[in-house]
């Protein structure tokens, strides 16, 4: 099965059909005339198949890892036994897949549960070397990564490096210019710009936190990590990186961080309004309508790997 998408140049055509097999049972060698050579194609039969509204009955194929309905001259066949059968899940939003992990155990996890795809909304770019042989190969899970986030000085997440750099884990240089980019002007965001491109993002992460008070919180101690950018610098960020073929995946915290992410035009919203707001959260409603759909993540809440599923299709 394959998703096609400007983003997802990094997932891959996924053949799954040895562990399917073993999964289903009933594997059984069938149609195949005297004399050929066994086929690596695969009719799946007797399942009942997700159509986006509901399971239907139905047989596909796998023809050299591609899933179609049109029958191959020669195939093995799994019977699915009237067994329920959908489409791979995707981890739309966590920041488990780096290097301090248990990567080989946290992959196994992964496609022990049918999560084939997952999304690092901010990472360090030199860990994705050492972690390339490990993923976005037909026998492991798919992954985008963002690389270094955008926010505003002293926000979050500067406090995750800093944590990490005391533990001895990592360097300094893993804060500023690895883990996040400090952009509090154009200017700035003009200076860091290339340095984050040219470390080959496959999407651009942004943080607003409360940006309805961002300049009572911009200079304040006691708001330390607890605010981002400026957002009236979301749109430029925007901007920049639907020019250079990326998309933007915004982090909020409030109703008007909500607002704020979509009049700027981002195309996926990570969290919700008041995720982790100890008061509730104050009405706020958009002006203007949103002008195409958006993507919007819930960090591990299976419905949004559903839904990011079927907004590709």
Not at 10 to 22: C, E, G, K, Q, V
Not at 189 to 202: N, S, V, Y
Request: aromatic content about 12%.
């Amino acid at each position: 099965m394959e998703i096609f998408d400007r983003e997802t140049k990094a997932l891959r055509r996924r053949a799954f059909l040895a562990d399917s097999a073993l999964a289903f049972g009933g594997f059984v060698l069938g149609t195949i005339a005297a004399g050929e050579p066994i086929s690596n194609n695969y009719e799946f039969m007797n399942g009942k198949w997700f159509d986006g509204q509901g399971f239907r009955d139905n047989t596909f194929y796998s023809v050299g890892g591609t899933l179609t309905g049109k029958k191959p001259r020669q195939f093995r066949s799994v019977d699915l036994s009237g067994k329920y059968v959908v489409p791979p899940f995707g981890e739309a939003h966590n920041h488990n897949v780096e290097t301090l992990n248990r990567v080989d155990a946290l992959i196994s996890r992964y496609l022990q549960h049918g999560i084939f795809y997952v999304k690092n909304p901010n990472n360090l770019a030199r860990d994705r070397p050492i972690l390339a042989p490990k993923i976005n190969h037909p026998h492991s899970i798919d992954v985008l990564f963002s690389n270094g986030g955008l926010t505003g000085s002293g926000g979050h997440p500067a406090e995750i490096p800093e944590r990490v750099i005391k533990r001895g884990l990592w360097k300094q240089s893993d804060a500023e210019g690895g883990f996040y980019y400090t952009v509090d002007t154009k200017a700035d965001l003009d200076e860091k710009w290339p340095a984050l491109i040219a470390t080959k993002p496959d999407f651009i992460k942004a943080y607003l936190l409360y940006s309805e008070q961002y300049s009572r919180r911009k200079s304040d101690p006691r708001f330390q990590y607890w605010r981002g950018l400026d957002p009236v610098l979301l749109p430029v960020i925007v901007k920049k990186a639907h020019a250079a073929g990326l998309r933007v995946s915004t982090h909020i915290e409030s109703a008007a961080d909500f607002h704020n992410a979509l009049i700027a035009g981002v195309d996926e919203i990570n969290h919700m309004p008041g995720f982790r707001f100890a008061a509730d959260v104050e009405p706020h409603s958009p002006s203007q309508p949103c002008a195409r759909q958006r993507f919007i993540s819930r960090r591990h809440d299976p419905r949004s790997a559903l839904s990011l599923f079927a907004a590709r299709h």
